[in-house]
C-alpha cells in the first residue's frame, strides 16, 4: 500500500541519495519534504515542501500538526540537530523511529555519557561545566590531558585539548573564542540549543545548554575509526566502517577518511560487540546510527554516536563501496520493511578535506571539469566560495570541502585522492 513518507533535512542532497527518493517512489510511496527552506530540491520529487525554522523544534512540531497532510513513517539522513525533532515527528504521527529521549540522548554529549556509563560501555571520565569556573574545576578534577568540548558541539567545532598546566593559561580566551564561533553557528546554522519548554516536551532530565554548556572528558590516546551500523528493532548491523585521520591535538578537526577500515578477524569481532553494546544503552530502536571509537591502550572506547548517518561523503562512499544505499535503507527501516543485510566491500576510499592553510578571505578557487564530472572515481563537495573569510581553529573551525577518490587498493585511492588534490587551486589573502 502506497504510504506518505516524509524527509527532514537541513540541507540538499547528493545525486546518489536522489537515487532513494526515485526507488522508493517507484514502489508507489509518495514523498514529502521538511527544510529549513535554505535550497530548493530537485522538481517533482516530493508532493510538497515544508519550509520552517527548523532550529525551533515546538513551533516546527506546530505548524505541521496544523496541516492536512499525515505521515506513515518519518527519517533523516545526516543533519544530527534534527535528529530530536525527527523523533517527536515520528510520535506524533505514530511511526516507527527512536524514542524522543533517545535522539535528545544522542545530541547532548552529557547525556550520551551518561547513558553509556550506565550501559557499561567503555568510556572516558567525563565532568559537565556550565561556566568558566566550573572548567577549570572540571579539568582539575579529570586531571590533564583532557578534552573539552561543547554538549551539543558537531565537526569538532570548540572542541580542544588540555595537555597540562602550560594550556590552562590560554584555556579563558580558547574557551570564550569558541563560545563565540558556536553561538554565531547557533544564529546561522546547525548547532543550537533546545530551549526548556522543548526540553520539558521531550523529558529531558537535567537540562543542557547546547551552545555554551562543555563537557570536560579524559584524554583517550589512540586511533580513531567510525562505523556506520542500521538498527531495526534493536538489532544492528554494521554496513560500513572508516579509519579516520585528525589535526593533531589540541584541535581535532578532521583532516582525511579512508574506507573501509582494514582490520583483522578479531579486532572487527570487537568493534560489533562494542556497537551493539553502545546501541543497547542508548536504546536506539530503529534508524541509522553513526559512531566514533578510539583505540587506547585500555582497549577501544567510544567517543560519540548519532542516530543518523554518518555525515560528509560516507553515504555516497559507502554505496559505491558496498552497493547498499543508506538513505534507501533508512526510509525502508522508517516503513518497517523487514531489511536483511550482507555486506561486501569493493574497493577502497580515501577522502582527504581541504583546509584552509592560513586566515583570510578566499580569492581564488579553481576546480577542474574533469574531477567535477566523474562521480565513478571522484566525489567532491565545495561548501564555501571565493569571497567568504576562513579562519583556523581556535578562532573558527572552518574547512572548505573535500574531495573523495577510489582505487581497488587503499594505496591506490590515496594516490588518486592526492593527484586531484593537486589539480584543485585555491588562494586565500
Ligand atoms: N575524550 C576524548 N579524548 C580524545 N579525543 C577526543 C575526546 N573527545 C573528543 N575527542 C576528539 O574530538 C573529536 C570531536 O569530538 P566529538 O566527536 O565528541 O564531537 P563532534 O563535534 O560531534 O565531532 P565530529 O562531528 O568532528 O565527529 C573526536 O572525533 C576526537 O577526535
Ligand atoms: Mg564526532
Known amino acids: 500500500?502506497?504510504?506518505?513518507?516524509?524527509?527532514?533535512?537541513?540541507?540538499?542532497?547528493?545525486?546518489?541519495?536522489?537515487?532513494?527518493?526515485?526507488?522508493?517512489?517507484?514502489?508507489?510511496?509518495?514523498?514529502?519534504?521538511?527544510?529549513?527552506?535554505?535550497?530548493?530540491?530537485?522538481?517533482?520529487?516530493?508532493?510538497?515542501?515544508?519550509?520552517?525554522?527548523?532550529?525551533?523544534?515546538?513551533?516546527?512540531?506546530?505548524?505541521?500538526?496544523?496541516?492536512?497532510?499525515?505521515?506513515?513513517?518519518?527519517?533523516?539522513?545526516?543533519?544530527?540537530?534534527?535528529?530530536?525533532?525527527?523523533?517527536?515527528?515520528?510520535?506524533?504521527?505514530?511511526?516507527?523511529?527512536?524514542?524522543?529521549?533517545?535522539?535528545?540522548?544522542?545530541?547532548?554529549?552529557?547525556?550520551?555519557?551518561?547513558?553509556?556509563?550506565?550501559?557499561?560501555?567503555?568510556?572516558?571520565?567525563?565532568?559537565?561545566?556550565?561556566?568558566?569556573?566550573?572548567?577549570?574545576?572540571?579539568?582539575?578534577?579529570?586531571?590533564?590531558?583532557?578534552?573539552?568540548?561543547?554538549?551539543?558541539?558537531?565537526?569538532?567545532?570548540?572542541?580542544?585539548?588540555?595537555?597540562?598546566?602550560?594550556?590552562?593559561?590560554t584555556l579563558k580566551e580558547n574557551y570564550e573564542n569558541s563560545i563565540k564561533f558556536l553561538k554565531e553557528k547557533a544564529i546561522d546554522s546547525d548547532v543550537f540549543a533546545f530551549n526548556e519548554e522543548e526540553m520539558d516536551l521531550i523529558g529531558v532530565d537535567g537540562h543542557v545548554d547546547m551552545v555554551t554548556d562543555y563537557l570536560v572528558e579524559e584524554f583517550m590516546d589512540g586511533h580513531e575509526i567510525s562505523v556506520d551500523a542500521l538498527v531495526q528493532n534493536g538489532e544492528s548491523h554494521i554496513l560500513g566502517t572508516e579509519d579516520q585521520v585528525r589535526m593533531d591535538p589540541p584541535y581535532f578537526v578532521q583532516l582525511a577518511a579512508r574506507l573501509p577500515y582494514v582490520c583483522s578477524d578479531e579486532?572487527?569481532?570487537?568493534?560489533?560487540?562494542?556497537?551493539?553494546?553502545?546501541?543497547?544503552?542508548?536504546?536506539?530502536?530503529?534508524?541509522?546510527?553513526?559512531?566514533?571509537?578510539?583505540?587506547?591502550?585500555?582497549?577501544?572506547?567510544?567517543?560519540?554516536?548519532?542516530?543518523?548517518?554518518?555525515?560528509?561523503?560516507?553515504?555516497?562512499?559507502m554505496l559505491n563501496l558496498t552497493g547498499y544505499n543508506l538513505m534507501f535503507e533508512s526510509i525502508m527501516i522508517a516503513l518497517g520493511k523487514k531489511r536483511i543485510y550482507e555486506v561486501k566491500n569493493k574497493g577502497h576510499k580515501v577522502l582527504k578535506y581541504i583546509i584552509p592553510k592560513n586566515k583570510g578571505t578566499i580569492k581564488k578557487l579553481y576546480i577542474p571539469d574533469e574531477l567535477q564530472h566523474d562521480p565513478n572515481n571522484f566525489n567532491i563537495e565545495i561548501l564555501l566560495d571565493v569571497g567568504d573569510k576562513v579562519a583556523l581553529p581556535p578562532e573558527k573551525f572552518d574547512y572548505v570541502g573535500y574531495i573523495s577518490g577510489s582505487g581497488e587498493t587503499p594505496e591506490e585511492a590515496e594516490k588518486n585522492t592526492d593527484e586531484a588534490l593537486k589539480k584543485i587551486e585555491i588562494i586565500i589573502e
Open 267 to 317: 579486532e572487527q569481532a570487537k568493534i560489533k560487540k562494542l556497537i551493539e553494546l553502545t546501541i543497547k544503552a542508548m536504546k536506539i530502536k530503529n534508524s541509522a546510527t553513526h559512531t566514533e571509537i578510539i583505540f587506547t591502550s585500555q582497549g577501544p572506547k567510544i567517543v560519540e554516536i548519532g542516530c543518523r548517518i554518518g555525515g560528509d561523503n560516507l553515504h555516497d562512499d
Open 1 to 169: 500500500m502506497a504510504k506518505n513518507i516524509l524527509i527532514v533535512t537541513g540541507s540538499e542532497y547528493s545525486d546518489a541519495v536522489y537515487q532513494a527518493f526515485y526507488d522508493t517512489k517507484k514502489l508507489g510511496h509518495k514523498l514529502y519534504l521538511l527544510s529549513d527552506g535554505s535550497f530548493e530540491p530537485k522538481p517533482e520529487v516530493f508532493e510538497k515542501h515544508f519550509r520552517y525554522d527548523l532550529r525551533k523544534t515546538k513551533e516546527t512540531l506546530e505548524y505541521m500538526k496544523n496541516k492536512p497532510e499525515k505521515f506513515d513513517a518519518i527519517t533523516i539522513k545526516t543533519s544530527e540537530w534534527l535528529t530530536p525533532l525527527v523523533a517527536l515527528l515520528a510520535k506524533q504521527y505514530g511511526c516507527i523511529g527512536n524514542e524522543p529521549i533517545v535522539a535528545f540522548n544522542c545530541r547532548s554529549k552529557y547525556h550520551m555519557r551518561k547513558c553509556l556509563e550506565k550501559g557499561n560501555v567503555p568510556i572516558p571520565k567525563f565532568k559537565l561545566c556550565k561556566n568558566y569556573e566550573e572548567l577549570i574545576n572540571g579539568i582539575r578534577e579529570i586531571k590533564t590531558p583532557c578534552v573539552a568540548k561543547p554538549v551539543g558541539g558537531n565537526a569538532s567545532y570548540g572542541t580542544f585539548m588540555i595537555k597540562d598546566e602550560e594550556d590552562i593559561k
